[in-house]
């Protein structure tokens, strides 16, 4: 079994989405909300089902334009069984950092949330390295889980991560050519570590680079992995399904 812990695999992306579900019916998928509006798919999606999850949370390019309603309907949807998880929540200064108090205020928010249904953070953070560890460090209860999705920062942070217990988020970024950082962290630390996601639909791996991306498509990353530790591709699925279902309470018989 395998598991994508993170994509967006909703209705105005996929046209064949029933599909791309049923095409990963022995294993599971985690869809991640990246907006507000794509909460109550992903409701759907769960009740519909049984090998899909979902996380919704408010991502930071919404922390200037989100409404009270939306952390009311974000409360009380995440109290839903196979709501997993909070996120994708953080810190984005890439795009935007004219607004960062704005940014760490919607985010310390969310953690909070985390901590009172202890559901597992999901964290998108780019070019915000230290204000979005430092946040975590200062608000996230220990009991808390956390995922670092599609992680893009060096080793440093990443061993600073271990020390936590945060689990990186790895993706078809692995497979690119030109990518050094991301093999040299995956060579380096524990597969206790790593858990598979496929950002779809972004991110595709070789060799599909340049298509639409798909949950199936992990199975790529994987056997990434497995090629840059020299271990087999089965080792890797086992340890990353164990990782997954440990990091976000996932039952076995799913
Ligand atoms: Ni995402």
Redesign the pocket.
């Known amino acids: 079994m395998m598991i994508d812990t993170?994509c967006?695999i909703l209705k105005e992306d996929y046209e064949n989405q029933e599909e791309v579900i049923k095409k990963m019916k022995d294993n599971i998928i985690i869809v991640?909300s990246?907006s507000p509006k794509d909460i109550e798919e992903i409701i759907e999606l769960i009740e519909t089902y049984d090998n899909v999850y979902g996380t919704i949370g408010i991502h930071p390019e919404f922390a200037d334009t989100y409404t009270k309603e939306d952390l009311i309907k974000l409360e009380k949807y995440l109290t839903h069984p196979k709501i997993v998880g909070i996120g994708?929540i953080g810190l984005d200064y890439h795009y935007e950092n004219e607004n960062k108090e704005n940014q760490k205020d919607l985010f310390i928010k969310q953690v909070n949330l985390a901590n009172k249904y202890h559901k597992t953070i999901v964290i998108?953070s780019r070019d915000a390295k230290e204000d979005t560890y430092n946040i975590i460090d200062t608000y996230k209860e220990k009991t808390t889980k956390c995922n670092m999705?599609?992680y893009g920062y060096d080793l440093e942070m990443a061993k600073k991560l271990e020390n936590k217990k945060i689990t990186l988020g790895i993706g078809g970024i692995l497979t690119f050519k030109k990518e050094k950082t991301l093999k040299e962290i995956v060579k380096e630390l524990d597969l206790k570590n790593f858990v598979l996601e496929t950002?779809s639909p972004y991110l595709t791996p070789e060799p599909f680079r340049g298509h639409i991306n798909e949950p199936y498509n992990i199975k790529y990353v994987a056997e990434k992995i497995a090629e840059i530790k020299n271990i087999s591709y089965e080792e890797v699925l086992k340890a990353t399904t164990e990782n997954a279902i440990r990091q976000f309470n996932l039952k076995k018989d799913a």
Do not use: K, N, R
Request: glycine share 0%; with cysteine.
């Open positions: 993170h967006h991640s990246a994708e998108h999705h599609c950002d």
